[in-house]
């Protein structure tokens, strides 16, 4: 008699929770924190490390994760349109996709596997161990997306979180959270793998940097949450900082792939994703025709004059050269943006354009904007756009694109650019595995270089040696 897979799972979670249950492990209540909200740091600390101890073998990991993505796939609509209302930040449909994308393609403790060395002298064992319990520091533009895609890796190692959101999405990070939690208990009857305080706060952050009890720090955020990690913290640091992503397209290039890739990529969730195209440097003889061919795909050109006004609205301290974007105006609608610049577009709008022509100090070229609203530069040939996309890149690390059908233009730019995603003929969202292969994360390690990460990120290589014979051969 043959058994699903599904029915098996079933047993197995169901033995779990009456195994939890004759344990006496209590359902969450006001003491013991609200589905992983706590009102102290310590306590939500001090919770998640005895969760960790629960979940102690691989067997518990794999059924962790499963009820993780069954729950957010049930959520991705709700948690989506929280993270519009509450932040004002992105486009629904957008976010559903992301919160699906992270439920189904974040690895899952599959991709941890041990080693063996094996000689004369005996036997070594290289195992993954967790480091215990991790403080992720979270964004407000991709909030129930990092939460999800984070709890997958960490679980996957054999961590329990601590997670410190952007006050500015506090509300949708704990649902998140909430949510996350009940699932597991419910069908694992671990509590409180995953936890936060009640009142995050960049006070609340900065104390997780230096607690007791915090082994690994992992920070998704802008380049002053980094900063601020890197001066203060005395653990192991993972930090996803930010980036100002280049595209390069030259002479040789399929004009209406590159034109619907860029518009694709760059106009998702209005831009907030740090990976996205933030500014196109084209070859000059193929600038209008990618123009033309960009306006077709639905993005509208602006004017320089209409460009400037949106930047007097947007940008605090502009014009100047400590001109940064308004959170206000951070991820809004390309027809909001205009709207407040004193304009209209039409309201199916999803991407500004504006040609620059060869000015690489334009402000939105040069600033990471995360709004819909892309410059496009004017380079003589393929070597001045490569020149401009390193200038503009400003050595984060983070991503750079190419549209070309020259193998040599592909060749010299990979060699040059130092970034963790490099995409060639596609949107830049393909390089986190949408449309591309490879796994997804919302965390991309580019500061401190782990990558787009997963569960094999978050763990501790150790090793065990067996001195004297050990060996079949």
């Given at each position: 008699?043959s058994v ?22 209590p359902?969450?209540?006001e003491?013991s ?9 310590e306590?939500?600390?001090a919770?998640a490390?005895?969760?960790r ?8 990991r794999?059924?962790?994760v499963?009820v993780?993505r069954r ?12 993270a519009?209302?509450?932040?004002g930040?992105?486009r629904i449909?957008d976010k559903v996709k992301?919160?699906?994308l992270?439920?189904e393609?974040?690895?899952?403790p599959?991709?941890?596997n041990?080693s063996?060395?094996?000689g004369?002298t005996g036997?070594?064992l290289i195992?993954?161990?967790?480091w215990?319990?991790i ?5 407000s533009t991709?909030?129930s997306?990092?939460?999800i895609?984070?709890?997958?890796s960490?679980?996957?190692g054999?961590?329990?979180v601590?997670f410190a959101?952007?006050p500015?999405a506090?509300?949708?990070?704990q649902?998140t959270i ?7 208990h ?5 509590d409180?793998?995953l936890t ?5 706060s ?6 997780l940097?230096?607690f ?5 720090l992992?920070v ?9 990690a ?6 192991r ?7 100002n992503?280049?595209v390069?397209?030259d002479?040789?290039?399929d004009?209406?792939?590159?034109a619907?890739s860029?518009?694709?990529g760059?106009s998702?969730d209005?831009?907030i994703?740090c ?8 070859v000059?003889?193929?600038?209008d025709e990618?123009l ?5 795909c639905?993005?509208v050109?602006?004017?320089?004059e209409?460009?400037e ?9 502009y014009p ?7 959170h206000r105006?951070?991820?809004r609608d390309?027809?909001?943006l205009a709207?407040a ?12 354009l504006v040609?620059?022509?060869?000015e690489?100090?334009y402000v ?7 709004m819909?609203l892309l410059p496009l530069?004017?380079?003589?040939d393929?070597d001045q756009?490569?020149?401009w ?5 400003r ?7 190419l549209h ?6 592909m ?10 995603l490099?995409?060639?003929n596609g949107?830049?969202l393909?390089?986190?595995?949408a ?9 991309i390690s ?5 990558g787009?990460?997963?569960a094999s990120?978050?763990v501790?290589?150790r090793?065990c ?7 079949i051969?």
């Amino acid at each position: 008699m043959s058994v699903r897979r599904a029915e098996i799972e079933s047993i197995v979670n169901q033995v779990l929770s009456q195994l939890s249950a004759a344990a006496g492990a209590p359902a969450p209540s006001e003491t013991s924190g609200d589905w992983g909200v706590f009102e102290r740091l310590e306590d939500a600390v001090a919770a998640a490390e005895a969760a960790r101890r629960r979940a102690d073998t691989i067997a518990v990991r794999v059924s962790i994760v499963e009820v993780i993505r069954r729950a957010a796939r049930r959520n991705a609509r709700r948690l989506a349109e929280m993270a519009v209302q509450e932040t004002g930040m992105g486009r629904i449909e957008d976010k559903v996709k992301k919160n699906l994308l992270v439920a189904e393609r974040t690895p899952g403790p599959e991709v941890l596997n041990p080693s063996a060395i094996s000689g004369d002298t005996g036997l070594t064992l290289i195992e993954n161990a967790p480091w215990g319990v991790i403080a992720s520091v979270t964004p407000s533009t991709n909030p129930s997306a990092t939460v999800i895609n984070n709890a997958i890796s960490m679980i996957s190692g054999g961590n329990a979180v601590v997670f410190a959101p952007h006050p500015a999405a506090k509300r949708t990070s704990q649902e998140t959270i909430k949510i996350l939690n009940k699932a597991i208990h419910e069908e694992v009857g671990i509590d409180n793998l995953l936890t936060c305080v009640r009142q995050p706060s960049i006070e609340a952050a900065q104390q997780l940097f230096t607690f007791p009890g915090i082994n690994l720090l992992v920070v998704t955020g802008g380049e002053a949450v980094v900063e601020a990690a890197r001066d203060t913290t005395n653990k192991r640091l993972i930090a996803a900082g930010a980036g100002n992503p280049p595209v390069v397209v030259d002479d040789t290039a399929d004009l209406a792939r590159a034109a619907r890739s860029i518009y694709d990529g760059a106009s998702f969730d209005n831009n907030i994703i740090c990976c996205d195209e933030k500014e196109i440097i084209a070859v000059d003889s193929i600038a209008d025709e990618l123009l033309e061919q960009l306006k077709a795909c639905g993005a509208v050109q602006i004017t320089r004059e209409q460009a400037e006004a949106v930047a007097k609205v947007t940008l605090h301290d502009y014009p100047g050269p400590q001109a940064r974007p308004n959170h206000r105006w951070v991820g809004r609608d390309a027809a909001e943006l205009a709207a407040a610049a004193g304009f209209s577009v039409p309201e199916s709008c999803r991407l500004l354009l504006v040609d620059v022509g060869s000015e690489t100090d334009y402000v939105f070229a040069r600033i990471e904007q995360m709004m819909p609203l892309l410059p496009l530069l004017r380079a003589r040939d393929f070597d001045q756009a490569l020149e401009w996309a390193l200038l503009l890149e400003r050595g984060l690390c983070h991503t750079a694109g190419l549209h070309s059908r020259d193998i040599t233009n592909m060749d010299t730019m990979a060699k040059k650019v130092n970034t963790s995603l490099f995409v060639k003929n596609g949107p830049h969202l393909a390089g986190l595995g949408a449309g591309g292969e490879g796994w997804t994360s919302m965390t991309i390690s580019t500061p401190t270089g782990e990558g787009v990460t997963n569960a094999s990120t978050f763990v501790r290589l150790r090793r065990c040696t067996l001195v004297g014979s050990f060996r079949i051969v």
